[in-house]
């Protein structure tokens, strides 16, 4: 049987698949991750802990990917941790898609904290024990693919359906008094740091920050039978590839809200019933498999700050 978990947003997929290491579930380097997603999430982390000196501790892990890792940057520190030799980033309307590449991961002093990412190999050095490495495809729903280690199915339900309104946008309620600060001081740290990407609102007497880290691109406008279909070629896609994944992992980013509150139980159920008819699953939620192991739920552990 081929394990799935549920995951609610995408830095715990870091976890899981330490999880799965330990548990001798998918080997612990040289995999292939098929990762679909509307997003790349290739960014670089903000690290304060090594990634050297992850252990494995299933709390310690859980709390690192919590409080350290973002939504969009998971995947470069297993890459640096070699889990991955290879990256297919599936998405929907792929046509910026760049060539294939080899993407180099060092770290600062060989520290293992401030990365690096870098194609060049000579500037990430040759011989570097540091660097690690891994080829990156980006592919839509009309490529063949042949992976070339273990596949690892990283699923994000905003792959068939994004609201980017909600995701790209982030509020934060401020007193009056900041506001007016905002507003008079054009040297306001904040201003002068974030630029365009911060604005302020205020609404029945209460005051916000709005921060907008990029562009808002239009959220399409899809109804349940068009949802399904996209699922349905997807599914139809990993059936003609000859895709037998060791591990899948299904993220429902309904929190970060990139899918759609009134969508993404529907979007993982019509999911898990063709994985069902296509791969032999069984499916575990991590709420389930924090119990099942002793820890404290996941909102229960505290910030490491």
């Not at 998971?74 to 998405?91: L, Q």
Request: aromatic share 12%; hydrophobic share 35%; net charge negative.
């Amino acid at each position: 049987m081929i394990n799935v978990f549920i995951i609610e947003e995408h830095q715990e997929a870091f976890f899981i698949w330490q999880y799965a290491v330990l548990k001798e579930i998918i080997p612990n380097r040289n995999n292939t991750i098929l990762h679909v997603d509307e997003h790349a999430d290739m960014n670089i982390p903000t690290l304060r802990t090594s990634l050297k000196k992850i252990g494995p501790d299933l709390r310690d892990i859980m709390s690192f990917a919590r409080n350290q890792l973002g939504i969009s940057e998971f995947i470069i520190p297993a890459i640096y941790r070699k889990f991955f030799k290879e990256v297919y980033w599936m998405r929907w309307d792929n046509k910026f898609a760049q060539p294939d590449k080899t993407l180099n991961v060092v770290s600062h002093n060989s520290e293992g904290r401030i990365l690096y990412i870098t194609d060049n190999v000579l500037l990430a050095g040759m011989f570097n024990p540091d660097r690690t490495s891994a080829v990156y495809h980006q592919i839509s729903h009309d490529a063949s693919i042949t992976p070339s280690g273990p596949v690892v199915l990283d699923i994000d339900l905003d792959y068939f359906y994004c609201d980017y309104d909600t995701g790209e946008r982030y509020e934060v309620q401020v007193t009056e008094t900041e506001y007016n600060a905002f507003h008079r001081d054009p040297y306001h740290r904040l201003r002068i740091m974030s630029g365009g990407k911060l604005h302020t609102e205020k609404r029945d007497g209460q005051y916000y920050y709005i921060y907008h880290p990029g562009p808002v691109r239009e959220s399409p406008e899809l109804n349940p039978e068009e949802i399904t279909q996209r699922i349905e070629i997807f599914i139809n896609w990993l059936q003609t590839n000859n895709i037998q994944p060791v591990f899948i992992d299904i993220c429902r980013s309904r929190f970060s809200g990139f899918t759609p509150a009134e969508h993404w139980k529907s979007i993982e159920e019509h999911l898990v019933q063709g994985l069902r008819k296509l791969l032999p699953i069984t499916l575990k939620y991590l709420d389930e498999l924090i119990e099942e192991e002793g820890l404290t739920r996941l909102s229960d552990i505290q910030s490491d700050t």
